[in-house]
């Protein structure tokens, strides 16, 4: 039997902007995190099926996604539409310090579909605090990204390392993996 996905079925988009192109980031995987992600939020907007976006608002000084810094923006195409709520954040999990959790339980939302940047940091986050709060979470592996991370110990470990640990702990723990075309055959299913 395909796998559906409901129709109440929530997609989060987390913290698709422009500041992660700062280099301070450093070396960042999967190129085509925005062509799938771009993807799904056409899908679920043809299908009616809603959509919250999350944006980060550092707090940090100097940080590249700091509210009012042109880092702050949505990259192109991910900017909320008409009726799309938006849910701002200082910290990695989009349920802390948000209303992310009550808008979800007032519409119904048991089923959350996540993509974005991080992977190892605001979208593992996000999906480890809805997991935990009981939602049922897809993941789109490949509608996310991460950077090079350093190890500690004066090397670095690569974001292809950093982004395939992360989804494996998520899936083998808090939420089911799939990439973009799985999650858009499970739409049309």
Sequence with gaps: ?????????????????????????????????????????????????????????????????????PGNAFRPGFDPRPGEPLVTKSVNAAFI????????????????????????????????VAANLGYSVLVAGDACACFDLPDGRGGTVAAEDVHRAHLATLGFEFARVLDTAEILAALTA
């Design 97 to 128: 310090g948000t209303d992310l959790d009550l808008r979800l339980r007032r519409s119904g939302a048991r089923t959350l579909v996540l993509f974005g940047i991080s992977t190892d940091m605001c979208v593992s986050t996000s999906v480890r």
């Design 1 to 69: 039997m395909a796998m559906t996905i409901p129709d109440g079925a929530v997609l989060i988009p987390i913290d698709v902007q422009r500041g992660f192109d700062a280099p301070s980031w450093g070396r960042r995987n999967n190129p085509a995190m925005e062509e799938n992600g771009l993807a799904l939020l056409a899908a679920w907007r043809r299908t009616g099926r809603p959509v919250i976006h999350v944006r980060h608002d550092s707090v940090e000084p100097g940080s590249s996604l700091a509210p009012d810094t």
